[in-house]
């Protein structure tokens, strides 16, 4: 039974740049959520999508987007890339109507140089 | 906002010692809290506390909930250099779909 899966695992881009990173949930799950963890601190609420629509957002610019697909696999993009959104980029997947447990990827190293 | 505070922020120790991390938190309508372990990248769940359930054990591991208090711990007795690692809490509120708030982490170094 695959887990929740990430991709790309590192990813290097420049100011200015946009960037799309990939994630398929955990078999049976339905709901993703994305979270942005800068070196030291703990991870922090991006987004959640749920069929297929954005349900939660927290304190990030539009710059942050995201899409979810009919397979429930979905897509984090973010353009205009800043130097301060250099960060571990972290999924997670969960079964709505249930104990909500996140399970999270291994998550995508970006760096913006 | 909900908010929540982890200490310590390191802690080293020597395997076989037991050691005791704090999890403080600030939430609207508390659901539930979760126990995180970060090696690496991916954060690997633990335990999970709700209203109905204010104490899990699982082997070395175990957690309390204080809801009255508003603060959790996390034991682990007999550590080993395995359970280093970055552990982590995070709460969700009622007015959430499951959105995670997380504290900072505790890193936890286990010494042979």
């Known amino acids: 039974d695959a887990g929740v899966t990430q991709s790309p695992t590192h990813l290097i881009k420049t100011r200015g740049q946009q960037v799309t990173l990939r994630c398929s949930p955990k078999s049976g799950h339905d709901t993703v959520s994305w979270y942005q963890q800068a070196l030291g601190q703990g991870p922090q609420f991006i987004f959640q999508y749920y069929e297929e629509e954005e349900r939660q957002r927290g304190n990030f610019p539009d710059r942050f987007s995201g899409h979810q697909f009919p397979n429930y696999s979905s897509e984090l993009n973010v353009n205009a890339l800043l130097l301060g959104d250099s960060a571990l980029y972290l999924c997670?997947?969960?079964?709505?109507?249930?104990?909500?447990?996140?399970?999270f990827g291994a998550g995508t190293r970006l760096s913006v140089l | 906002e909900d908010k929540v505070v982890q200490s310590p922020l390191s802690l080293v120790v020597h395997e076989g010692d037991t050691v005791t991390l704090n999890c403080s938190y600030e939430?609207?309508?508390?659901?539930?809290l979760l126990w995180y372990k970060q090696e690496k990248k991916a954060p690997t769940f633990l335990f999970m506390l709700t209203s109905s359930g204010i104490e899990k054990k699982s082997g070395r591991l175990s957690s309390i909930l204080d809801k009255k208090e508003l603060f959790s711990i996390l034991n682990i007795t007999a550590t080993q250099t395995g359970d280093s690692a970055v552990y982590l809490c995070a709460v969700v509120g009622g007015t959430s779909y499951g959105k995670l708030t997380f504290g900072q982490g505790t890193i936890l170094t286990v010494h042979p």
């Open positions: 997670a997947s969960s079964l709505a109507g249930t104990k909500n447990i996140q399970y």
């Open positions: 939430v609207t309508n508390f659901r539930s």
